[in-house]
Nanobody, 117 residues
Framework: QLQLAESGGGLVQPGGSLTLSCVAS????????IGWFRQAPGKEREVVSC????????NYADSVKGRFTISRDNAKNTVSLQMNNLKPEDTAVYYC??????????WGQGTQVTVSS
């Protein structure tokens, strides 16, 4: 069974940090571009960051530039999102997505991130 699983979410105070991980099972992430998305209550899902299959190219939403860092370790079949200086507006369910034009599109189940004092 092909699955993505996110972990690392939780409750953190403003200014704090979290690292989210996305691990694939049943397939290798080597050929996939990976995106981190988030969805806050009452809002549409939005892209936060993405990384190319080789890891050579990354992109960030303006709202997280300079605070979040995406990385991947293909040997461990894992993509991470380091989140620093978290703000209350970062509160959302975070999802990872693996996309390849030929191999398909997969979503994880999401992990909750809550930034609150």
């Amino acid at each position: 069974q092909l699955q993505l699983a996110e972990s690392g979410g939780g409750l953190v105070q403003p200014g704090g940090s979290l690292t989210l991980s996305c691990v694939a099972s049943g397939f290798t992430l080597d050929y996939y571009a990976i995106g981190w998305f988030r969805q806050a209550p009452g809002k549409e899902r939005e892209v936060v960051s993405c990384i190319s299959s080789s890891g050579s190219s990354t992109n960030y939403a303006d709202s997280v530039k300079g605070r979040f860092t995406i990385s991947r370790d293909n040997a461990k079949n894992t993509v991470s999102l380091q989140m620093n200086n978290l703000k209350p507006e970062d509160t959302a369910v975070y999802y990872c997505n693996a996309y390849d034009l030929w191999r398909g599109n997969y979503w994880g189940q999401g992990t909750q991130v809550t930034v609150s004092s």
